[in-house]
């Protein structure tokens, strides 16, 4: 296996015509956000014997507990990215606004910005339950050299020139698209080398497995009540599965792998969702539409809609083609919930 599989490292390079990027850069990105994810990774992986577990006391903006292990990961990859100035500018979940990355000459001559959920799952950490992080890369849309502006991350998804997650489960996998298909590497801890171990992951067209928080049933959209109804009927291929891990990534993962839909439907708690639009929907919408898959908020594209806030959240429904069409069907019912 060592010897014959591609490492991440070389697939990247293979690959590098993809990029349109002559000049590495975008190679090179991609190598920080995989040397990022192996530190992380080293550091998930010792959770129970050191101090990185539990609040770090701290609530980011989206009135949130920060746990530490969100705080740690979120240094590692700014860092990680800043010290090499391989990008002009960065936004995180666990970050107020966004970071201009200035070179050592004052200016940045870079032309990607980055926008990471550091550490997808949190609830999950201390619990020794698979979390992940999310990144997603656009090209600037301000002049190159120029201090980068909010216009460079309020770009629709269907602008990204990549998008990947990073697993931290029973093995470490990183998983990416650069809009030519959809790859997953594992990590082989001994060489510390990411493999590849998934090439071009599709989502079967159908599944028998739903992913969400039915905690929250009382304050769903009606569509959505009367999906999951659907989804429990004994008629055909149901009752479905329901399998919802809390972490997006792995719930992502495994139905990807199986065939599913997760949903994070508004609800009273959460009258626009859950979820972050630039973190979380953009990227997983990337990757599933490259796998086959769909993503929408119950009635829109997710990678259709015009972002306006750097941490606004949507609805999100995403997996298997013809669930989350079919979920749609169910929404479309109330167009009166479409105005989230
Ligand atoms: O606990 P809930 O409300 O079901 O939410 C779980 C969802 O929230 C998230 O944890 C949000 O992500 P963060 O952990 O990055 O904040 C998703 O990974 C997960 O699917
Ligand atoms: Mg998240
Ligand atoms: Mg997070």
Redesign the pocket.
């Known amino acids: 296996m060592e010897t014959n599989n591609l490492t991440l490292g070389e697939f990247i390079i293979e690959n590098q015509r993809h990029y349109k990027s002559t000049s590495g850069e975008f190679s090179r990105l991609l190598s920080s956000v995989k040397l990022a994810a192996k530190i992380v990774n080293y550091k998930v992986n010792k959770a129970g014997l050191v101090d990185i577990m539990g609040n770090a006391g701290e609530t980011n903006i989206q009135g949130?507990d920060q746990q530490k292990l969100d705080v740690y990961a979120n240094k590692v990859f700014m860092e990680t990215l800043i010290n090499r100035e391989i990008v002009c500018g960065i936004a995180s979940?666990e970050e107020d606004d966004f970071v201009t990355i200035r070179g050592k000459q004052g200016t940045n001559e870079n032309k990607y910005v980055v926008l990471i959920?550091p550490?997808?799952?949190?609830?999950n950490i201390d619990v020794n339950v698979s979390v992940g992080t999310i990144f997603s890369i656009y090209k600037r849309v301000t002049p190159i050299g120029t201090p980068v502006e909010l216009s460079d991350f309020l770009q629709p998804g269907n602008l990204q020139v990549a998008a990947g997650y990073v697993v931290y489960g029973t093995s470490t996998m990183l998983v990416y698209t650069s809009g030519h298909g959809v790859n997953g590497f594992t990590l082989n801890p001994a060489i510390g080398s990411f493999y590849l171990s998934h090439p071009d992951f599709k989502f079967p067209e159908e599944g028998k497995i739903y992913s969400i928080?039915e905690g929250n049933y009382v304050h769903f959209p009606q569509g959505v009540k009367d999906y999951l109804k659907y989804c429990q009927e004994e008629k055909d291929n149901r009752p479905y599965t329901s399998r919802y891990i809390?972490?997006?990534?792995s719930?992502f993962h495994r139905n990807m792998i199986k065939g599913g839909i997760y949903l994070?439907p508004t609800s009273a708690i959460g009258p626009k969702g859950?979820?972050r639009l630039l973190y979380?929907c953009n990227p997983m919408a990337f990757l599933a539409e490259q796998a086959n898959g769909r993503a929408t908020d119950g009635y829109r594209r997710i990678m259709d809609i015009k972002p306006t806030e750097l941490h606004q959240r949507v609805p999100f429904f995403c997996g298997s083609k013809k669930m989350v069409e079919k979920a749609g069907e169910f929404m479309a019912k109330y167009p009166e919930d479409a105005n989230y």
């Open positions: 949130e979940e959920d550490l997808d799952g949190s609830s928080n809390g972490s997006l990534v719930d994070y859950k979820l979380e």
